[in-house]
């Protein structure tokens, strides 16, 4: 690197503190990334494990979409995806992912990063308080789970905040894929163990689903509105949401947006959030590519969509996304990696064999068979994972992720609009948010309390908003880092989470 300045955010302490060790091992930005990630895979699994799922920008002067999500598999059943359930499981491209970033970018061994969360696995660690609330939360979940019982309520009692979280089965998988490289999941006896185990509870999930597993890299989508390019995935994520709302929000002249405003910009993302459900699939599946998408002549039916009706934006059905965003950086390489089970303890299902508890992504699939996102045999459902950075000038001034399923191209065109507004990284990500339709059953607008400005601008406009508790994570957790003209880095990691940030010069 040509300067050892770095900078880090994510949502639990440990998984930071393995990022911090990684730079100060001399490694870079994607080394600390994926020591992280590895990391808060053991310490968050309510959120993000092994058996899920990888999205991730890389750039190094130009952008790379790191698409690690997996298909269904072959022998999936016909008919609507439950949303929990061996049914809902889709190939796990979380391992492949990590072993893809490394290959092409670390210069540190993935081994290194597998090994450091075996250690955490193996010795414990305190549960955190989102832990201990998402437990409390799917405790139904947990118990009709052996393999999920056995590891979070052993003994027949949920584990307590602060009471040490033991998975030795984990920890015996990921000293195996660090000895015998992460492909050992896809092509060797992990997978098999894996699939074994998952076929005795009636999973569809075989060997010859996660042999065909491959992590895609191709350019990152961009998308420029005045002087910043936004730079995010294509299609199956939802990324090109939020270029769509930024570029929406300047033609229809938002002004306020966190006040008298408000209301304009939830007509702003409710018009995206149904532009998405009509279109975004696999994208071989897709009827409208998304470059039609983000073309000039459908923003302006967007812009025109949003300032003509008066009406309160629809509520859509409840989405529990449970997702965990970090960020990295150095001189050369910037780096914004999500990952995510979906659901919080994903698809309930933790394979006692390989410890590895597995996503429901399949739960993302429409169950309308006329949808381009209809479920078939290899086939990608629609995304709620987008990593994001923006640039200025050909550089790099922004690097964010957020957990918040669905509702995540809100959050991150909010904390934009505060950096916009002169907030750095730490106050854009801990600013008090607004959510239209995703976080509440049955309501379309929900507001962090305290958010006064907003709150007082929906009511005045005839709407009703509910009120969610500030800090609970109902609005997500992001983190970002601000590039300076001069190369500093200034990170924030939000106070809704367990986590931190960290730089170093």
Known sequence: MSERRWAIATPHTAATAAGVTAFEAGGNAVDAA??????????????????????????????????????????????????????????????????????????????????????????????????ARTMADCADVIRADAGLSGVFAPGGRLLAEGETLVQERLAATLERLAGRGAGDLYRGETGA??????????????????????????????HAVGDDVYV????????YLLPQIMDVAGRTRLRDPFGHGAPLLAAIF???AADRDR???????????????????????????????????????RATGDTIALVT??????????????????????????????????????ADPASPNAPAPGKRPLHTL???????????????GTMGGHAQP????????????????????????????????????????????????????????????AGSGLAGHSHAIEVAADGSFDAGSDPRADGAAATGD
């Open 410 to 469: 809100q959050i991150h065109a909010q904390l934009l609009l505060r950096r916009q507004a002169g907030a750095s990284a730490q106050a854009a990500v801990a600013a008090p948010r607004f959510i239209v339709g995703e976080e509440v059953p049955g309501l379309a607008i929900s507001v962090e309390e305290g958010f006064d400005s907003a709150w007082s601008a929906f009511t005045d406009w005839g709407a009703a908003p509910v009120a969610i508790p």
């Open 34 to 131: 994926l020591a992280a990630a590895c990391a808060i895979a053991v310490v968050y699994p309510h959120m993000n494990a092994v058996g899920g799922d990888v999205m991730a920008l890389v750039h190094d002067g130009a952008g790379h979409a790191v698409n690690g999500s997996g298909r269904a598999p072959a022998g999936i059943r016909p008919g609507p995806v439950p949303l929990r359930g061996v049914g809902a499981i889709t190939v796990p491209g979380a391992a492949r992912a990590w072993q893809t970033l490394a290959d092409r970018w670390g210069s540190l061994p993935l081994s290194r990063a597998l090994l450091g969360a075996a250690a955490l696995a193996h010795d414990g660690v305190p549960v955190a308080p989102s832990l």
């Open 232 to 239: 995010t995935m294509g299609p199956n994520s939802q990324g």
């Open 386 to 400: 987008m990593p994001l950075m923006a640039e200025r000038a050909g550089r790099v001034r922004w690097v964010a």
């Open 193 to 222: 163990m894996l699939v074994a185990g998952l076929r005795d509870l009636g999973a569809p999930l075989a060997e010859v689903d996660l042999e065909a597993h491959r992590t895609d890299v191709s350019p990152a989508l961009r």
């Open 329 to 366: 950086a150095d001189a050369d390489l910037q780096v914004s990696l999500i990952q995510s089970i979906y659901y919080g303890f994903g698809s309930g299902v933790l394979e006692p064999r390989t410890g590895i508890l597995l996503h429901n992504r399949g739960a993302c699939f429409s």
């Open 279 to 317: 279109h975004l699939a696999d994208p071989a599946a897709m009827r409208v590519g998304v470059e039609e998408l983000l073309s000039a002549a459908h923003l302006e039916e967007l812009a025109a969509a949003a300032v003509g009706p008066t009406g309160v934006p629809t509520a859509w059905p």
């Open 270 to 272: 409710t018009g995206a």
